[in-house]
C-alpha cells in the first residue's frame, strides 16, 4: 500500500481562502505522547492549530490544509522514519519540515538538510527555539500559497488569450516595438495596437512592467529584440514569418 496516495489524492480543505487569513497548522508527528501533549500545548499558545501524529501513516491519511502549515517531525517513527516521510511529501513546498530528535548524528543532519528540511534541533531544546522555527516556517509556507494563489489567478487570464494575442504579449513583454511586431507577424500596426490592448485587459495589467511581472511568473517564452538586418532579411526575401518558431529561427540566420 502506497502510504502517501491519500495525503497525496486528498483536495486540499478551504482551498479558496486566503493563506493569510486563516489560522496555520502546525502538524507534530512523534510517537512520544508526552512529547506530543507538550507540543500541543505550546503551539496553542501561538494560537496556532496543531495536529498531532503517533505515526508516518496516520499523517499522510489526513487530508491536506490549502493553508499554512509545517510539519514537526521526529527521526525516529514506528513504521516509515522521519526521513522516509520526508521524502514522500517532498513535493509540498509549502510545508517546511522541522526535524527533532533525542539521538543526533551528522549523517542523518545532513540527509535532512540536504532534502530541505528548515531546521533540525536535538531534544531537549528551548521553547523558544522551537517557536521561532515554527514561526519562520509558517511565513514561508503563507508566501508559497500566496505564490501560487496568484499564479493560479494570472495563467486563468492567460488561458482566455486567444493564440494571436499570446503571441502578440509573448513579443511585447520582449521588448519588442508595434512596427517590429506587425513586420514579424505579418499584420498591420493598427491590429498590434488593438491585440495588445485586448492582451492589457484580459490580463488586467495596469502598465507593460506588471504585463512583464505577469509573463514571468507563467514563465512565458520571450523572444530577443530583433536588429535591423532582421527586418531587410524580409524585404530580400518578401516573407514575414508569422509562427514563433519561425520568428526564432528567422533572428538566428539574422544574427549569424
Same mark, same amino acid.
Given at each position: 500500500?502506497?502510504?502517501?496516495?491519500?495525503?497525496?489524492?486528498?483536495?486540499?480543505?478551504?482551498?479558496?481562502?486566503?493563506?493569510?487569513?486563516?489560522?496555520?497548522?502546525?502538524?507534530?508527528?512523534?510517537?512520544?505522547?508526552?512529547?506530543?501533549?507538550?507540543?500541543?500545548?505550546?503551539?496553542?499558545?501561538?494560537?496556532?492549530?496543531?495536529? &498531532?501524529?503517533?505515526?508516518?501513516?496516520?499523517?499522510?491519511?489526513?487530508?491536506?490544509?490549502?493553508?499554512?502549515?509545517?510539519?514537526?517531525?521526529?527521526?525516529?517513527?514506528?513504521?516509515?522514519?522521519?526521513?522516509?516521510?520526508?521524502?514522500?511529501?517532498?513535493?509540498?513546498?509549502?510545508?517546511?519540515?522541522?526535524?527533532?530528535?533525542?539521538?543526533?548524528?551528522?549523517?542523518?543532519?545532513?540527509?535532512?538538510?540536504?532534502?530541505?528540511?528548515?531546521?533540525?534541533?536535538?531534544?531537549?531544546?528551548?521553547?523558544?527555539?522551537?517557536? &521561532?522555527?515554527?514561526?519562520?516556517?509558517?511565513?514561508?509556507?503563507?508566501?508559497?500559497?500566496?505564490?501560487?494563489?496568484?499564479?493560479?489567478?494570472?495563467?486563468?487570464?492567460?488561458?482566455?488569450?486567444?493564440?494571436?494575442?499570446?503571441?502578440?504579449?509573448?513579443?511585447?513583454?520582449?521588448?519588442?516595438?508595434?512596427?517590429?511586431?506587425?513586420?514579424?507577424?505579418?499584420?498591420?500596426?493598427? &491590429?498590434?495596437?488593438?491585440?495588445?490592448?485586448?492582451?492589457?485587459?484580459?490580463?488586467?495589467?495596469?502598465?507593460?512592467?506588471?504585463?512583464?511581472?505577469?509573463?514571468?511568473?507563467?514563465?512565458?517564452?520571450?523572444?530577443?529584440?530583433?536588429?535591423?538586418?532582421?527586418?531587410?532579411?524580409?524585404?530580400?526575401?518578401?516573407?514575414?514569418?508569422?509562427?514563433?518558431?519561425?520568428?526564432?529561427?528567422?533572428?538566428?540566420?539574422?544574427?549569424?
Amino acid at each position: 500500500m502506497d502510504l502517501s496516495r491519500n495525503m497525496m489524492r486528498g483536495k486540499p480543505s478551504d482551498s479558496r481562502a486566503d493563506p493569510k487569513a486563516v489560522t496555520p497548522v502546525v502538524f507534530v508527528v512523534d510517537k512520544d505522547r508526552s512529547v506530543r501533549e507538550s507540543l500541543d500545548s505550546l503551539i496553542r499558545t501561538h494560537e496556532w492549530h496543531p495536529l &498531532t501524529f503517533a505515526c508516518a501513516t496516520d499523517f499522510l491519511e489526513h487530508p491536506r490544509p490549502a493553508r499554512p502549515c509545517c510539519l514537526v517531525l521526529e527521526v525516529d517513527l514506528p513504521d516509515l522514519s522521519g526521513l522516509e516521510l520526508q521524502q514522500r511529501v517532498s513535493d509540498r513546498n509549502d510545508m517546511p519540515v522541522i526535524f527533532i530528535t533525542r539521538d543526533s548524528d551528522v549523517r542523518t543532519t545532513v540527509r535532512a538538510m540536504k532534502a530541505g528540511a528548515l531546521e533540525y534541533l536535538t531534544k531537549p531544546f528551548a521553547n523558544e527555539v522551537l517557536l &521561532t522555527a515554527i514561526s519562520f516556517a509558517l511565513d514561508r509556507s503563507a508566501a508559497v500559497l500566496s505564490h501560487e494563489t496568484a499564479r493560479r489567478a494570472v495563467g486563468k487570464r492567460y488561458a482566455s488569450l486567444s493564440h494571436r494575442e499570446r503571441e502578440v504579449m509573448a513579443l511585447v513583454v520582449s521588448g519588442w516595438l508595434n512596427k517590429q511586431i506587425c513586420a514579424a507577424l505579418g499584420i498591420t500596426e493598427i &491590429t498590434v495596437k488593438v491585440h495588445r490592448g485586448k492582451v492589457m485587459r484580459k490580463m488586467r495589467a495596469g502598465s507593460l512592467a506588471e504585463l512583464v511581472k505577469m509573463a514571468a511568473t507563467l514563465d512565458v517564452a520571450t523572444t530577443p529584440r530583433p536588429n535591423e538586418s532582421f527586418f531587410r532579411s524580409f524585404v530580400t526575401r518578401a516573407v514575414v514569418p508569422t509562427r514563433s518558431s519561425e520568428i526564432s529561427a528567422a533572428l538566428a540566420s539574422a544574427s549569424a
